[in-house]
């Protein structure tokens, strides 16, 4: 062994901690090493740990205690546990997504909330401009003529949502062409 005994577990521990912080594996290969503990001696990552025997690995592990984690008796538990919650990370199914269906009926009516508080707003901005036209000496002619302006172009477009009048079907409604004729 190049490195001591207890570099090469403190290396495997923190292999594991980093997996379970990130969530993924940076190579696939080594995701049935982390299934039991025999698969996990046997594995070797580049630059960090090499391949043990399992026996090996275990007396290694039960004779060092962890300073930085007195929750366990020695490294051998903390290594059960970091490679129990690795594995059911790594190997855990996909959630499930649940498809939401939204009736009809709802989408109706979510979309008729939705322009009652369009309309509100549109109305508001509108009362609210022309009062402000109408009642400020501070606005000079020209910006008095260009609001004005917009405002009654405002009113001709959307008449339907200042009319509070339901139409009917005595409307008259004409079919017209459309597009350029060649």
Not at 14 to 25: A, G, N
Not at 28 to 53: G, P, Q
Not at 131 to 158: C, G, M, W
């Amino acid at each position: 062994m190049k490195d001591s005994k207890a570099d090469h577990i403190v290396s495997r521990c923190s292999w594991l901690t980093e997996i379970i912080q990130v969530r993924k594996l940076s190579n696939e290969s080594h995701r049935r090493a982390l299934e039991t503990m025999r698969a996990f001696a046997s594995l070797a990552v580049d630059d960090r740990f090499h391949r043990v025997s399992y026996n090996t690995l275990k007396q290694h592990a039960k004779s060092s205690h962890p300073l930085d984690n007195p929750a366990h008796a020695s490294y051998w538990s903390l290594m059960l546990a970091l490679r129990e919650e690795a594995n059911e990370i790594i190997n855990a199914p996909p959630p499930k997504i649940h498809k939401l269906t939204v009736s009809n009926e709802l989408l109706v009516k979510q979309s008729l909330l939705h322009a009652h508080l369009c309309s509100t707003a549109y109305l508001e901005i509108f009362n609210h401009l022309e009062q402000l036209v109408a009642h400020d000496p501070s606005l000079s002619e020209q910006t008095q003529f260009t609001v004005t302006k917009f405002l009654n172009q405002a009113r001709i477009k959307y008449s339907q949502i200042i009319n509070s009048e339901i139409p009917t079907s005595d409307s008259e409604l004409k079919l017209i062409a459309g597009g350029k004729r060649k």
